[in-house]
């Protein structure tokens, strides 16, 4: 399939998985793995815009990895941190839009007040729109908006009835970013791990074998080729 003849989708999600056993088949520490995962990442970023893609959302750190070894969890929230404080920059220069979601109130006060300056700075850019999950869990997102929605009815802003898909939306950290057309998950593994599951719910699925630290621009056209070989459905209409 030529390149040029391509329908890109409009918003991928990817769960960035296989930095540890990437490491591990280097002999190295699994956070050499989370290390080099984050530099390919900055380059996919850069790649997704290129080809077309408008919004990238990547799985950075999950509700369930806090029970990770400390020492793993640790370098992870380094690696986090340094980039919620650097990106600014880098962003500014790429003309990213940057949204964090999940439960940023469990995050350090330091990394939260990095988020808020780099939403912030971002806000009014109009390249790729580039969301980062930490703390993230996709159940987790819906009991925080089934509680949000609980006390705007208590608080007679809204009534019951007038809760549908389009106003429950609206209380996700997702709000006003449409759903992922394509969903990669890198290094084999078949599972949604708990990420963006009500978002998902007419998205394409694309497992390649590839571990996510070896990914680069031909793995990014091969999910594409597969996204483009795949006839979309949203409930029986083709
Ligand atoms: C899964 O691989 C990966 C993670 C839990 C972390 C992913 C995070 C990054 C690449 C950093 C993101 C950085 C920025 C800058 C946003 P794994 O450790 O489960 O690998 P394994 O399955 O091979 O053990």
Same mark, same amino acid.
């Given at each position: 399939?030529?390149?040029?003849?391509?329908?890109?989708?409009?918003?991928?999600?990817?769960?960035?998985?296989?930095?540890?056993?990437?490491?591990?088949?280097?002999?190295?520490?699994?956070?050499?793995?989370?290390?080099?995962?984050?530099?390919?990442?900055?380059?996919?970023?850069?790649?997704?815009?290129?080809?077309?893609?408008?919004?990238? #959302?990547?799985?950075?750190?999950?509700?369930?990895?806090? !029970? $990770?070894?400390?020492? @793993? %969890?640790?370098?992870?929230?380094? =690696? +986090?941190?340094?980039?919620?404080?650097?990106?600014?920059?880098?962003?500014?220069?790429?003309?990213?839009?940057?949204?964090?979601?999940?439960?940023?109130?469990?995050?350090?006060?330091?990394?939260?007040?990095?988020?808020?300056?780099?939403?912030?700075?971002?806000?009014?850019?109009?390249?790729?729109?580039?969301?980062?999950?930490?703390?993230?869990?996709?159940?987790?997102?819906?009991?925080?908006?089934?509680?949000?929605?609980?006390?705007?009815?208590?608080?007679?802003?809204?009534?019951?009835?007038?809760?549908?898909?389009?106003?429950?939306?609206?209380?996700?950290? #997702?709000?006003?970013?449409?759903?992922?057309?394509?969903? !990669? $998950?890198?290094?084999? @593994? %078949?599972?949604?791990?708990?990420? =963006? +599951?009500?978002?998902?719910?007419?998205?394409?699925?694309?497992?390649?074998?590839?571990?996510?630290?070896?990914?680069?621009?031909?793995?990014?056209?091969?999910?594409?080729?597969?996204?483009?070989?795949?006839?979309?459905?949203?409930?029986?209409?083709?």
């Amino acid at each position: 399939m030529e390149e040029k003849n391509m329908n890109i989708p409009n918003h991928v999600a990817i769960i960035l998985d296989g930095n540890g056993r990437w490491a591990k088949k280097r002999k190295m520490p699994r956070n050499y793995g989370h290390t080099q995962g984050s530099k390919v990442l900055e380059k996919i970023c850069e790649e997704a815009y290129k080809i077309g893609i408008k919004y990238l #959302t990547v799985y950075a750190f999950s509700t369930e990895n806090w !029970i $990770r070894p400390k020492e @793993e %969890v640790d370098a992870l929230m380094k =690696l +986090l941190r340094n980039y919620l404080s650097t990106s600014i920059k880098t962003s500014m220069k790429n003309n990213m839009k940057v949204r964090i979601i999940g439960d940023k109130s469990a995050l350090p006060e330091d990394m939260q007040e990095s988020i808020r300056k780099l939403e912030e700075a971002t806000v009014n850019n109009s390249g790729l729109h580039f969301q980062v999950a930490i703390n993230y869990g996709g159940r987790d997102e819906i009991i925080r908006a089934v509680k949000a929605i609980s006390q705007d009815i208590k608080m007679n802003k809204m009534d019951i009835n007038d809760i549908d898909v389009t106003v429950f939306e609206r209380y996700l950290d #997702t709000a006003d970013i449409p759903d992922p057309d394509l969903l !990669i $998950r890198t290094s084999g @593994e %078949v599972r949604l791990s708990n990420f =963006l +599951l009500w978002q998902l719910a007419y998205t394409e699925f694309y497992f390649p074998e590839v571990l996510w630290p070896d990914f680069n621009k031909e793995e990014l056209w091969k999910a594409v080729e597969y996204y483009n070989g795949r006839k979309r459905k949203f409930g029986g209409v083709s």
